[in-house]
C-alpha cells in the first residue's frame, strides 16, 4: 500500500532517491491539494518546503513532505495558470507552511487562498516584483525541468511529462 493510494491523483511517478531525494511525485489538481496534505498528516508526514517552478506549461507548486521513521519522501505537485496563480494554503494542516508560501508568493507570485498572514516575507511589503517569473521565452518545459522517474499511474488525458514533438508545441 502507499501513502497516497486514497489520493484523487493526475499522475503517480515513482522517484529515484539516489538521484533526486524524491521517493513519489504525485500530480494533483489544484483543489485536492489540502485533502492530501492532511492524509499525509494523518500518516505522520511532516511539511518539509512549498517552493515553486516558473515552467512553460504554468507555475508548478511543489510540496515536499518526509517521514522520519519510513524514510519516504513525497513531492505534491500543482500546476496552475500563469494568469491565475492560486491555490488554497495548507497552512491549516501545517503550521510551517505559511512561511513556505509567503516565500513563494514573494519570488512567483503564487497566492494561498486562507493562508493567516499572506504577505511578502523577504522583499519590502509595498513590492509587487516578483523576481523568479521568468518571461515566456525564457520559460523550460516541464519534461525538460523534471526528472520524476516511473509512471505508475496517470490520468486520461495527463500528459505533462511526454517528450513533445516539435509540431505538437506548435
Known amino acids: 500500500m502507499t501513502v497516497f493510494e486514497h489520493f484523487n491523483t493526475l499522475c503517480v511517478a515513482k522517484g529515484d532517491r539516489a538521484a533526486t531525494g524524491i521517493d513519489w511525485n504525485v500530480f494533483l489538481d489544484p483543489d485536492r491539494v489540502v485533502d492530501a496534505a492532511e492524509q499525509l498528516k494523518h500518516l505522520d508526514f511532516h511539511l518539509e518546503s512549498v517552493h515553486a517552478i516558473d515552467a512553460a506549461e504554468g507555475m508548478l507548486v511543489n510540496y515536499l513532505f518526509d517521514h522520519f521513521e519510513k524514510r519516504e519522501r513525497v513531492c505534491l505537485r500543482v500546476l496552475l495558470d500563469h494568469t491565475d ?10 503550521q510551517g507552511a505559511e512561511w513556505h ?18 504577505v511578502n516575507l523577504l522583499l519590502p ?5 516578483h523576481p523568479l517569473v521568468k518571461a515566456a521565452k525564457k520559460r523550460f518545459t516541464l519534461v525538460e525541468l523534471l526528472n520524476c522517474g516511473e509512471i505508475v499511474s496517470r490520468a486520461d488525458g495527463f500528459d505533462l511529462l511526454d517528450e513533445k514533438t516539435e509540431e505538437a508545441a506548435q
Request: hydrophobic share 40%.
Open 125 to 129: 511589503a509595498e513590492s509587487d516584483i
Open 101 to 118: 508560501e509567503r516565500e513563494t508568493y514573494d519570488f512567483h507570485g503564487i497566492m494561498f487562498r486562507g493562508n493567516p498572514n499572506m
Open 85 to 94: 496563480a492560486e491555490v488554497d494554503s495548507i497552512a491549516g494542516v501545517f
